[in-house]
């Protein structure tokens, strides 16, 4: 295997520095020991190495492209995430309620660094996907969390975020997408949403059965004036 990340360098970040092995004292991760953590970095770093890295020059030479009717992936890329999917990596720190292996979020990260070091382009997918179900989790109704964030976490779902406009880039209070509400749905209020957006990662393609659009915008106040929604 070639070298994309120095497991020495993390085997002592993780258990010298930072002692990562005292937050098993800690209920929620009273399950876990070292082996258990090791055994999850030893997934990443194989996974990382064998499936997300040969393909990262290539991906670069030969970028998605959109036909005008689907958006074209090399195949690996399809390979990759349904590896790091079916290892149940989309959902390492999440709760043993939604499937997830609660491994403390240092860890997680540790170990999704290998896949960062591997290809930053292809591991957008799932990190973007793991964010967008970290915020309906915290946010989220629970009739959300069901809908979305369980088939993300299966890797059946991939989720995006579109912040970004034509005119607002670093600067997001600009962002000029309005929210307007609706009305009731099963999921809690519904908005009709105005506005453009642009750069959005992962924004259009076949790996998933669906792509669960995170969107912000600004919510018309009483007196007409849009505020951050
Ligand atoms: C590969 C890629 C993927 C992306 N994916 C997404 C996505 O999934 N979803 C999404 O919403 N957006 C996405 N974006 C857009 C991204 O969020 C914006 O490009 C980014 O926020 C910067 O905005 P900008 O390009 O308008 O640059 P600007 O904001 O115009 O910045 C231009 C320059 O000015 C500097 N600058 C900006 N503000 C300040 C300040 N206050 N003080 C000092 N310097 C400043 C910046 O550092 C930069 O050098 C993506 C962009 C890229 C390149």
């Known amino acids: 295997m070639s070298l994309i990340l120095s497991r020495r ?3 002592f970040l993780l258990y010298e520095w930072l ?3 005292q937050l098993t004292r800690i209920g929620r991760y009273a399950d876990h020991s070292r082996e258990t953590f090791d055994a999850a970095l030893d997934t990443c770093e194989k996974i990382a190495t064998e499936l997300f890295a040969p393909h990262n020059k290539k991906s670069d030479q030969q970028e998605p492209h959109f036909d ?3 958006v074209a992936i ?4 399809t390979a990759a995430l ?3 999917c079916g290892a149940g990596l989309m959902a390492a720190g999440q709760d043993y309620e939604l499937g997830g292996m609660q491994l403390p979020l240092v860890v997680e990260k540790a170990g999704f660094a290998y896949f ?3 290809n930053i382009g292809t591991s957008a997918y799932p990190f973007l996907t793991i964010g967008n179900a970290n915020l309906l989790v915290a946010h989220g109704t629970a009739a959300q969390i069901d809908t979305f964030v369980k088939p993300e976490l299966d890797g059946r779902f991939f989720g995006t975020m579109c912040l970004s406009e034509p005119q607002a880039g670093s600067s997001l209070s600009d ?3 309005r929210a307007n509400l609706e009305g009731d749905s099963p999921f809690g209020p519904q908005y009709r949403l105005r506005g ?3 750069w959005i990662s992962g924004g259009e393609h076949d790996l998933a059965e669906n792509i669960v659009h995170l969107v912000l915008a600004k919510i018309p106040g009483p007196d007409g004036k849009l505020v951050p929604g």
């Open 116 to 118: 960062k070091a591997a």
């Open 82 to 84: 349904d590896a790091f």
């Open 175 to 177: 962002i000029t997408t």
């Open 68 to 70: 005008g009717d689907a």
């Open 74 to 77: 090399l195949p690996e890329v």
């Open 9 to 11: 360098d993390l085997n």
């Open 19 to 21: 002692q990562v092995e």
């Open 196 to 198: 453009n957006k642009m």
